[in-house]
């Protein structure tokens, strides 16, 4: 655990409010600056060719080198994000990378090698589905897809050439728990390396690496950013087994910049001020719309009728800001709903200050038939709300009013 600096300076652990500002921080910066500093420079210099001969030993013996050398390779505003990230995390190390999709396809791309397998829970989010099954084709990688939950079919669908099992939690729209000390298990004893997309759970609700999971990986678009105003994603784990994954991003080539590195460190900081309201909200807008008339069903973790509720409140500090809900009618109806809103915006993602709705039949399955998306629970009448830092009972009025709509 990357928590000796912390303990050092006689701060507790277990305060996310105060890892959230100061975890791992530099606390001598350049000109005595306050705030990190953006490095903007694509390269760096060496006094001179002994400089160099000893930069490159050390490199080479994996020694800490105490300095950088190109770009690609690293940035100090880069650095300083990750590991804020990987001291909320509990991790060893963390990757900044471009957006959460090339955290997860590269850390897909170095573990599954021509001709093996990925065992992957349904209700994930869209784009990872259509990697492992349209994308791994061409290096003869094997798919199977097991219902979040079913820790049987995950048994059964593993193979001598597994290489990777891999999850989200909570998972998108309806919110399904994973049992994240379970996957971990079979993980360590089917010797398959476990993979954990929590995202929706954010470091502050759930540390899935505490429960055994080898990788944890994060659209820091999200609610690490938490302002919709950046794309970035987190890789993060042990030495051993993320270091190899950032030497080969240093070939793929798809890093982060000093300016979003910035605006992360920037965000990271209110993250648990953030994500603590969020899930008042959450739990306050779940309460309100399950007992809504014109709501035919809500789904969020905190209710005590959802099927994760038990190992959420188990495993998680928390139950996060995503609802889901089906609105009492035809999509004729739910349109009239999402129309009425008047403080929630209708838009795609989540995890920032801004409340946001989303139709996920016509905004993240426009492209599949109908059958399709019966079968994927994406009917017409679901909508997922990703409540931001408003107050709750604004939030409530502008979904009542908007249900009275419907
Ligand atoms: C948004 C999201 C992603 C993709 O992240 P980008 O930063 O948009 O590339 C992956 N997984 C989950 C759960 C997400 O919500």
């Known amino acids: 655990m990357s928590q000796s600096a912390l303990e050092e300076n006689g701060l507790p652990v277990s305060n996310f409010s105060t890892r959230s500002v100061h975890a791992l921080e530099n606390r001598q910066k350049v000109h005595r600056s306050l705030v990190e500093p953006i490095f903007h420079t694509s390269t760096y210099t060496f006094d001179n060719m002994a400089d160099v001969v000893s930069y490159q030993e050390a490199h080479q013996w994996g020694l800490p080198t105490g300095r950088y050398e190109y770009g690609r390779y690293?940035?100090?505003t880069t650095t300083a994000a990750e590991e804020r990230l990987a001291a909320l995390e509990g991790a060893e190390t963390a990757i900044l990378v471009a957006s959460g999709m090339a955290a997860l396809t590269y850390t897909f791309l170095k573990h599954l090698p021509s001709g093996s397998h990925i065992v992957m829970t349904d209700d994930s989010y869209r784009r990872t589905v259509q990697f492992c099954e349209e994308h791994l084709k061409p290096y003869s990688v094997g798919v199977s897809v097991v219902p979040l939950g079913d820790f049987d079919a995950l048994e059964a669908a593993i193979r001598p050439e597994t290489k990777l099992l891999f999850s989200e939690t909570p998972s998108n729209p309806f919110l399904r728990i994973l049992d994240v000390e379970r996957f971990a298990e079979i993980g360590r004893r089917r010797k398959v390396t476990t993979v954990i997309d929590a995202t929706f759970s954010t470091p502050i609700n759930l540390n899935p690496l505490a429960l055994g999971i080898d990788i944890v990986i994060h659209s820091a678009t999200k609610y690490l950013g938490g302002h919709n105003d950046l794309l970035a994603g987190f890789i993060t784990g042990r030495k051993e087994i993320i270091n190899p994954i950032r030497d080969y991003i240093g070939i793929l080539g798809g890093i982060s910049d000093p300016n979003t590195a910035f605006l992360l460190l920037r965000g990271m900081k209110t993250l648990?001020?953030?994500?603590n309201q969020q899930n008042r909200n959450g739990q306050a807008v779940a309460e309100f719309l399950a007992s809504h008339p014109?709501?035919?069903?809500?789904?969020?973790?905190?209710?005590?009728?959802?099927?994760?509720?038990?190992?959420?409140?188990?495993q998680m500090r928390g139950f996060g800001g995503v609802v889901s809900l089906l609105v009492h009618g035809d999509q004729q109806a739910t349109f009239r709903f999402l129309d009425a809103l008047r403080l929630i915006y209708i838009s795609p993602s989540l995890g920032g200050v801004e409340s946001l709705a989303l139709h996920p039949a016509s905004m993240a399955y426009p492209d599949c038939t109908p059958t399709v998306r019966q079968r994927l629970g994406m009917t017409d009448n679901l909508v997922r709300l990703a409540l931001g830092v408003e107050d709750p009972g604004d939030l409530i009025a502008d979904l009542d009013q908007a249900l009275r709509c419907a």
């Open 74 to 76: 690293g940035n100090p």
């Open 294 to 314: 014109r709501v035919e069903r809500a789904f969020y973790p905190g209710l005590k009728n959802h099927p994760g509720h038990e190992v959420a409140v188990r």
């Open 272 to 275: 648990a001020l953030r994500v």
